[in-house]
């Protein structure tokens, strides 16, 4: 099973409900779908490498993750697709490959974030589970 973990850049620790699930996927042997961002990527990268888990793919927008803190990870580069894009359609290009790729989605959302509610709407339309957790 692959699964897509986004959410809010917001968000600097996860909730125990998040630890929870994200344990469940170590014990099952889920590959993660995690993006190089600050915020939920980055604290979900370090939780899973904490735990000594790289069945991770980190995706990224550019050439090389912004961040990468799993020990092992793979990284899956969509430069080519984001060639010539600024801004938020840049890193866009790299959530919907996620989409794409996955399998279900987990999203640790802020209620704010617009690029996690952009996701919320991708998952939704390609008609894959996925489930919202809100921040503590």
């Not at 490498?49 to 799993?70: A, H, L, M, Q, W």
């Amino acid at each position: 099973m692959k699964v897509f973990i986004s959410g809010s850049k917001s968000i600097s620790a996860l909730p125990e409900e998040v630890k929870s699930l994200l344990d469940s996927y170590i014990d099952t042997g889920a590959e993660i779908l995690v993006g190089d961002c600050y915020g939920v990527d980055a604290v979900v990268q370090k939780y899973l490498d904490s735990k000594g888990y790289s069945n991770v793919i980190v995706y990224c927008s550019g050439e090389t993750p912004r961040n990468n803190f799993v020990t092992g990870a793979k990284v899956c580069s969509c430069a080519e697709a984001a060639k010539g894009l600024t801004g938020s359609a840049f890193h866009y290009v790299k959530d919907i490959q996620m989409a794409q790729d996955c399998d279900t989605a987990l999203m640790i959302w802020d209620g704010k974030s617009k690029g996690t509610a952009e996701n919320i709407r991708r998952i939704k339309e390609m008609g894959k589970p996925y489930r919202i957790i809100n921040e503590d």
